[in-house]
Each structure stands twice: as structure tokens, then as C-alpha cells.
């Protein structure tokens, strides 16, 4: 099936600074999403992206669609305590159904 | 006023011991998904649904059968659970084909011992 690779898997940062993970897939997507897990929640959405190229902030957070259509990116800015938690990035590729396939997630951390 | 509850939220069962996972939306939404969570792996899809007593099996589907009945129930059943099922279940509904923003319930975690 299909997979992405999400990195880094974890991070440990300072308050205040920015952040950046990435997805990367072995197969072109048409859609790429961004996911947010708290601690003992499920995971909620951030950011979706439907074109190659496609730039789209949401407040601290901005998210590309990579040209190639196999990655995709997201960037938080000025990072506060209540950016803890998992990111997954997503992705549903054409013939894929209504089904979307995850990545591992990458673990953020805050420190103070 | 949250529009997809899971219950239990958190189970512990013994190897071999049936299971059932409920999940209940009052979204009307047609599509439904189960997924695990593991380390690692991040989420990985079950079984997913598109409508009343249409399902079919995603990349992690043996051990586990799926029902549903009714729009706002998918059910998850463990035949005979095994400690590899051990992990926490997540369920999601979507409101229609090419809507992937997923609404995801939050979840139930399965010891399975």
C-alpha cells in the first residue's frame, strides 16, 4: 500500500521557536492533509492543501503542497507550549476511494 | 457537543475474548473509518464504510470484522483478540466522497493481556 514518510519523528524546541516537518511519499498525491493530536485526543484537523505549489496559512501555521506532488510540509512559527502534541501529515492519492493514508506522526515537544 | 463518541474509552481484555467497539455519530455523514494507533506506525485504516451495510477492508483488516446497521453506528468487533491488537482504535466519519477532512472521535484505548 501506499506509505509516507514523515520526519523528523520527534522534536524538542525552545518556546518561541519556529518549527519544520515534512512528508514525503513514494507516490504522487492529489490532496495532502495536516493533522494535530493532543495528548489522549483524537486527531483534529489543521490544514488542507489541494493543488502542486498550494501555500495556505492558518494562523501560526503554514503548510505546502510540494510541486513534484510527493511531499508536502508544515511550518509553525514562534511555537508556544499548547503546540505539544503528534502531527500527521496525510494524503489521498487518485483510485484511493474516499480513504486517506497517515503518516507516523512527528512528536513535538515544548520546552519553556 | 461533539458529534462522534467512541465507547468504551478505555477497555482491558483477556487473549481469545471477544470485543466490540462502538462508535456513534449524529452527524448523518456516510462514510465512517476505523483506524490503530501505534508507535511508529502512526494511523493505519481497519475498516471503512460508505453507507448502511457497505464495507470493505483497509490495510490492517484481518482479526477484525466490521457492522453497520445504521447510519450514526459502525461497530469494530475483535473475534478473539490477541495481544498484537493491543493498541488505541480511533474511529473518523467524513461527510461525503472528496471531503478528507476527517472528524475523528477520541478514541479507545484496548489492552488486550
Known amino acids: 500500500g501506499q506509505q509516507l514518510n514523515q520526519s523528523p519523528q520527534s522534536m524538542f524546541i525552545q518556546e518561541g521557536e519556529d518549527v519544520s516537518m515534512n512528508c514525503t511519499s513514494s507516490?504522487?498525491?492529489?490532496?495532502w492533509l495536516w493533522y494535530k493530536q493532543d495528548p489522549g485526543e483524537g486527531p483534529v484537523l489543521l490544514i488542507a492543501?489541494?493543488?502542486?505549489?498550494e501555500l495556505t496559512s492558518n494562523g501560526r501555521l503554514t503548510a505546502q503542497f510540494g510541486i513534484t506532488r510527493k511531499d508536502s510540509f508544515l511550518n509553525i512559527s514562534a511555537s508556544i507550549p499548547s503546540d505539544v502534541g503528534i502531527y500527521f501529515c496525510?494524503?489521498?492519492?487518485?483510485?484511493?476511494?474516499?480513504?486517506?493514508?497517515f503518516g507516523t506522526g512527528t512528536q513535538l515537544k515544548v520546552e519553556l | 457537543d461533539a458529534g462522534i463518541t467512541q465507547s468504551p474509552r478505555h477497555k482491558v481484555t483477556e487473549t481469545g475474548t471477544p470485543v466490540t467497539l462502538r462508535c456513534h455519530q449524529t452527524?448523518?455523514?456516510?462514510?465512517m473509518y476505523w483506524y490503530r494507533q501505534d508507535p511508529g506506525h502512526g494511523l493505519r485504516l481497519i475498516h471503512y464504510?460508505?453507507?448502511?451495510?457497505?464495507?470493505d477492508k483497509g490495510e490492517v483488516s484481518d482479526g477484525y470484522s466490521v457492522s453497520r446497521s445504521k447510519t450514526e453506528d459502525f461497530l469494530l468487533t475483535l473475534e478473539s483478540a490477541t495481544s498484537s491488537q493491543t493498541s488505541v482504535y480511533f474511529c473518523?466519519?467524513?461527510?461525503?466522497?472528496?471531503?478528507?477532512?476527517?472528524?475523528f472521535g477520541s478514541g479507545t484505548r484496548l489492552t488486550v493481556v
Open positions: 473518523a466519519i467524513s461527510e461525503s466522497a472528496g471531503n478528507y477532512g476527517y472528524t
Open positions: 507516490s504522487i498525491f492529489n490532496t
Open positions: 492543501l489541494y493543488k502542486a505549489g
Open positions: 496525510a494524503g489521498h492519492f487518485t483510485g484511493g476511494g474516499n480513504k486517506l493514508t
Open positions: 452527524e448523518n455523514h456516510r462514510y
Open positions: 464504510s460508505y453507507g448502511v451495510k457497505d464495507t
